[in-house]
T-cell receptor, first 115, second 113 residues
Framework: EPEVTQTPSHQVTQMGQEVILRCVPI?????FYWYRQILGQKVEFLVSFYNNEISEKSEIFDDQFSVERPDGSNFTLKIRSTKLEDSAMYFC???WGQGGYNEQFFGPGTRLTVL | AQSVTQLGSHVSVSEGALVLLRCNYSSSVPPYLFWYVQYPNQGLQLLLK??????LVKGINGFEAEFKKSETSFHLTKPSAHMSDAAEYFC???????????FGGGTRLMVKP
């Protein structure tokens, strides 16, 4: 069964460093998403991406964040200068279509620890 | 704007007992509602979804949920809990464009032998 994969599973970085979190969505999916979950808190939407453009973003997704689909398979989230409060589990998701009835398929997550 | 409230961050049941996980939503448009399950060290897996076709929705692993518009609820139930049901459960609502999910705080289900 096709699945969303994410690498690395755990990333530790120093405050102020840049990190890139990588995701490989399901191959025939067209819509891509990032969410995060700070320990003990809700899963929060960050950004959605379609046709090489951001289609929706939350207020969390500020200038420190960017997304890219550098090739036909990867979808990345970059944090330019990490802060302590960026420590969280980051989930990538993808869906075939858009519209509220379309299921988003989630990856296993990358745990980011900022020291 | 959408929002989701899950009552009870932790629920404990005995094996074989009824599971009831509560979810209330707020949405300015007819909602699309989802229940996801997260097992330890895994991603979110869809249990079931409400897309207005039927108010009682059946999902995987024997779970079902009933959409009640008058109560703005979408509670998740399972008649008989199994040890393997122990996990965290998230209720979510989609925006109308379908490009953003808003999640509740999650409910950790514990199943006692």
């Amino acid at each position: 069964e096709p699945e969303v994969t994410q690498t690395p599973s755990h990333q530790v970085t120093q405050m102020g460093q840049e990190v890139i979190l990588r995701c490989v969505p399901i191959s025939n999916h067209l819509y891509f998403y990032w969410y995060r979950q700070i320990l003990g808190q809700k899963v929060e939407f960050l950004v959605s991406f379609y046709n090489n453009e951001i289609s929706e973003k939350s207020e969390i997704f500020d200038d420190q964040f960017s997304v890219e689909r550098p090739d036909g398979s990867n979808f990345t989230l970059k944090i330019r200068s990490t802060k302590l409060e960026d420590s969280a589990m980051y989930f990538c998701a993808s869906s075939w279509g858009q519209g509220g009835y379309n299921e988003q398929f989630f990856g296993p997550g990358t745990r980011l620890t900022v020291l | 704007a959408q929002s989701v409230t899950q009552l009870g961050s932790h629920v404990s049941v005995s094996e074989g007992a009824l599971v009831l996980l509560r979810c209330n939503y707020s949405s300015s448009v007819p909602p699309y509602l989802f229940w996801y399950v997260q097992y330890p060290n895994q991603g979110l897996q869809l249990l079931l979804k409400y897309t207005s076709a039927a108010t009682l929705v059946k999902g995987i692993n024997g779970f079902e949920a009933e959409f009640k518009k008058s109560e703005t609820s979408f509670h998740l139930t399972k008649p008989s809990a199994h040890m393997s049901d122990a996990a965290e459960y998230f209720c979510a609502v989609s925006n109308d464009a379908g490009n953003m999910l808003t999640f509740g705080g999650g409910t950790r289900l514990m199943v006692k032998p």
